[in-house]
């Protein structure tokens, strides 16, 4: 039986001959019969999953008059007063051929919680295009069940509409920003049924079309964060193997236990999260370009300032790192959006590094990185921590580390042992000078090919940066020294292997004559300061918040504060100082000597 949706049919009469002066002409052969889609981003009893649905009618046939849905009986919806007014509660996407040119075309739109009328439960207002309003209208009750409905012709513009079209909603279980509930799912596992009573432009058909959801969690059968395990190349119901990953203890052994090792996934795996972070292999793909592989690492926070390629990949919403934000999603993740850097309703390729904000890709919503990002970060519920929601939940289960306890992390990429502390990768400085570090019988060798993205002496910068702030490209030997002037860029006046108070002020004293750039000694300055044909050496060495690293890039803020504050594994908190404030730590002693 069809419950009555409130307003469902409430139209005035002059917007009814208007409409209906604006219809196309119709066929008596035009067919009515849409097709409804639903899904849960968390099948759990009683979470606070988005519930997508999505109404689609093939081309040829009578488009939509009416939107509505039946929510089966113990689903829960909030009231209008519990949720803060403005937040937003849904995002969609419609797609339609307008004014029947044989042209489709898509509009993507945001409804927030408003007040509504003490007889309902909640009125949910947006804007599918400028002249075309939409505003879903809650009713019923926990004992009678709830009901959603939305009148699709009230436009301020009149147009006429053909097929093919297709309308997404996804109702989010838990406002943004908020993080207030909106929905939540029965307390019975079981299979529910979700009914839409439709109405067709013109009102010429009615219909009611159904599709059902379970309510009972995806099956993690070997309990190892991963849900998509056969598609990733990885056995379900082998607790012993899991989708091939290449993070710490993953790297350097056959994770899926198929004999090869650090592998990359199988093809057709991209549409699947592999390694239990929430997101897809295409998505991570996409914010880590052109690495290939982020879904086979699930946790590491952004770089900060973010690097470009995107370094380290590791857990797409984790985008803030530091003391106290590294290794979980918080409000300073989200915050990251709008400052220091403003993201947010900006394409990517506008600001350095700004890819990572992108975390789902192909956005409907004008910009690139837009709301929709930000939404993800406050929705996404990872098989990694049980589907648990992340945001504000714990924290990632495989952080980056140093298994060994030698001070390097990324040992596997920089051609040694992660798990054997006899072994670390090659150097060339004092006592590991003319031995074989890294176990391979040679000494003294250059770093292995592809070593570059990873910091491999430990002192925080990665091999590729420390190549270009000590102008000695394509050598690795300064990735192969963490200490001393000619080791550690945070070293920056030489005198007493430490990072302190002499390396800050040597970015503005002793002060020089006004060039156009002030008189600090180095801030301000740009990298071609006495080179105007190229890059001036010695004002390489301070670009320490790279990249960029070009003739006009100018020494700037950044750069001096990357030596007091980042994420763990930065150079503020490097792994050779096992994540502590560089700074603060023993006088800034280096633990080498130089």
């Known amino acids: 039986m069809i419950r009555p949706s409130a307003g469902l049919f409430v139209l005035s009469l002059v917007a009814l001959l208007s409409l209906i002066n604006s219809l196309p002409p119709a066929r008596a052969s035009q067919p009515f019969s849409p097709v409804l889609e639903v899904s849960l981003s968390n099948p759990n009893p009683s979470a606070n999953s988005n519930v997508t649905t999505?109404?689609?009618?093939?081309?040829?046939?009578?488009?939509?008059?009416?939107?509505?849905?039946?929510?089966?009986?113990?689903?829960?919806?909030?009231?209008?007063?519990?949720?803060?007014?403005?937040n937003t509660v849904a995002e969609g996407t419609m797609s339609v051929d307008v004014d029947c040119n044989s042209t489709v075309?898509?509009?993507?739109?945001?409804?927030?919680?408003?007040?509504?009328?003490?007889?309902?439960?909640?009125?949910?207002?947006?804007?599918?295009?400028?002249?075309?309003?939409?505003?879903?209208?809650v009713d019923g009750s926990s004992a009678q069940g709830f009901d959603m409905s939305a009148d699709l012709t009230n436009f301020t513009e009149f147009h006429a509409l053909c097929a093919p079209q297709t309308i997404t909603l996804t109702i989010f279980g838990r406002s943004s920003p908020g993080d207030v509930a909106v929905l939540t799912n029965p307390s019975t596992t079981g299979t529910y049924t979700w009914t839409s009573p439709l109405v067709s432009l013109g009102a010429e058909h009615t219909t009611q079309i159904t599709d059902t959801v379970c309510v009972c969690p995806a099956p993690d059968t070997d309990g190892d964060g991963v849900?998509?395990?056969?598609?990733?190349?990885?056995?379900?119901?082998?607790?012993?193997?899991?989708?091939?990953?290449?993070?710490?203890?993953?790297?350097?052994?056959?994770?899926?236990?198929?004999?090869?090792?650090?592998?990359?996934?199988?093809?057709?795996?991209?549409n699947y999260d592999c390694d239990g972070d929430g997101y897809t292999g295409?998505?991570?793909?996409?914010?880590?370009?052109?690495?290939?592989?982020?879904?086979?690492?699930?946790?590491?926070?952004?770089?900060?300032?973010?690097?470009?390629?995107?370094?380290?990949?590791g857990f797409p919403a984790d985008l803030i790192g530091g003391p106290f934000s590294a290794n979980k999603v918080d409000m300073q993740d989200l915050v990251s959006f709008v400052a220091p850097v403003y993201y947010l309703n900006t394409n990517v390729g506008t600001n350095p590094g700004d890819v990572r904000w992108d975390v789902v890709p192909g956005s409907t919503f004008g910009a690139a990185i837009n709301v929709q990002d930000m939404i993800s970060l406050t929705t996404v519920t990872p098989p990694m921590?049980?589907?648990?929601?992340?945001?504000?939940?714990?924290?990632?289960?495989?952080?980056?580390?140093?298994?060994?306890?030698?001070?390097?992390?990324?040992?596997?990429?920089?051609?040694s042992d992660p798990a054997d502390p006899n072994k670390r990768p090659e150097r060339i400085d004092g006592a590991f000078a003319g031995v074989s570090d890294d176990g391979d019988v040679l000494i003294d060798e250059p770093l292995p090919p592809g070593s570059a993205p990873f910091d491999c002496d430990g002192d925080g910068w990665k091999g590729d940066q420390e190549s270009l702030i000590y102008n000695v490209a394509p050598s690795t030997t300064?990735?192969?020294?963490?200490?001393?002037?000619?080791g550690r860029p945070a070293d920056l006046t030489g005198s007493d292997?430490?990072?302190?108070?002499?390396?800050?002020?040597?970015?503005?004293?002793?002060?020089?004559?006004?060039?156009?750039?002030?008189?600090?000694?180095?801030?301000?300055?740009?990298?071609?300061?006495?080179?105007p044909m190229g890059i001036d050496a010695a004002m390489a060495r301070w670009?320490?918040?790279?990249?960029?690293?070009?003739?006009?890039?100018?020494?700037?803020i950044a750069d001096l504060n990357s030596l007091l504050w980042g994420a763990e594994g930065s150079p503020a908190r490097p792994p050779m100082l096992f994540g502590q404030l560089a700074f603060f730590t023993n006088g800034g002693q280096c633990p080498f000597p130089p």
């Open 54 to 86: 999505t109404i689609s009618l093939s081309p040829g046939s009578h488009p939509l008059g009416s939107w509505a849905i039946d929510l089966p009986l113990s689903w829960e919806v909030a009231k209008d007063t519990q949720i803060p007014y403005g």
């Open 105 to 137: 075309d898509n509009f993507g739109f945001l409804l927030s919680n408003e007040p509504a009328d003490p007889l309902t439960v909640g009125e949910w207002q947006g804007q599918i295009t400028s002249w075309w309003p939409f505003t879903i209208t």
């Open 227 to 270: 849900i998509d395990e056969a598609n990733c190349g990885s056995d379900p119901t082998d607790p012993s193997e899991r989708p091939e990953r290449i993070d710490d203890a993953f790297a350097g052994v056959d994770d899926d236990g198929d004999t090869l090792v650090d592998e990359a996934l199988p093809a057709g795996s991209g």
């Open 282 to 313: 295409t998505a991570e793909n996409h914010v880590y370009s052109p690495s290939t592989r982020g879904d086979q690492d699930p946790c590491g926070s952004n770089a900060s300032p973010p690097q470009v390629p995107p370094s380290p990949i």
């Open 385 to 415: 921590l049980a589907s648990a929601r992340a945001f504000g939940g714990p924290l990632c289960p495989w952080p980056p580390v140093d298994g060994d306890g030698d001070g390097v992390v990324y040992e596997f990429n920089c051609g």
């Open 478 to 486: 300064t990735d192969q020294d963490p200490c001393g002037v000619n």
């Open 497 to 531: 292997n430490a990072l302190n108070i002499a390396d800050l002020n040597s970015f503005l004293s002793p002060p020089r004559a006004n060039d156009g750039h002030g008189t600090f000694n180095k801030f301000s300055h740009p990298l071609d300061d006495t080179a």
């Open 543 to 556: 670009n320490l918040q790279l990249p960029p690293h070009l003739p006009t890039t100018q020494i700037n």
